[in-house]
């Protein structure tokens, strides 16, 4: 069963910034993709970024292109979200997630195990 545990999710003004982090247990964190979505009240759970095993190989969604940056670090079984300039739209359950081949998608379906989310919200 992999484990995902993320943190750095906070309270933060509009233009701010926050960085979460995902810690995987390391026997399900290599050589596999992994992805960070997120759920807003009321609404689908939608895809923000993910990130090949390979690093070099990313999407993000096109809300968040130019403001989030999606890292990992081998090393430290740990993903990052670097958001900044962060906006109330923003605010949402962010998770992250793991797809057990070293190709990403932007399909939540594709992600099979899952954390159980960090509240990230923005005030105007």
């Known amino acids: 069963q992999v484990q995902l545990v993320e943190s750095g999710g906070g309270l933060v003004q509009a233009g701010g910034s926050l960085r979460l982090s995902c810690a995987a247990s390391?026997?399900?964190?290599?050589?596999?993709?992994m992805g960070w979505f997120r759920q807003a009240p009321g609404k689908d759970r939608e895809f923000v970024a993910a990130?090949?095993?390979?690093?070099?190989?990313?999407d993000y969604a096109d809300s968040v292109k130019g403001r989030f940056t999606i890292s990992r670090d081998n090393a430290k079984n740990t993903l990052y979200l670097q958001m900044n300039s962060l906006k109330p739209e923003d605010t949402a359950v962010y998770y992250c997630?793991?797809?057990?081949?070293?190709?990403?998608?932007?399909?939540?379906?594709?992600?099979?195990?899952w954390g159980q989310g960090t509240q990230v919200t923005v005030s105007s």
């Open positions: 990130l090949s095993w390979s690093g070099p190989i990313t």
């Open positions: 390391a026997r399900f964190f290599r050589p596999y993709a």
């Open positions: 997630a793991v797809r057990r081949v070293p190709i990403a998608t932007m399909n939540p379906a594709d992600f099979g195990s």
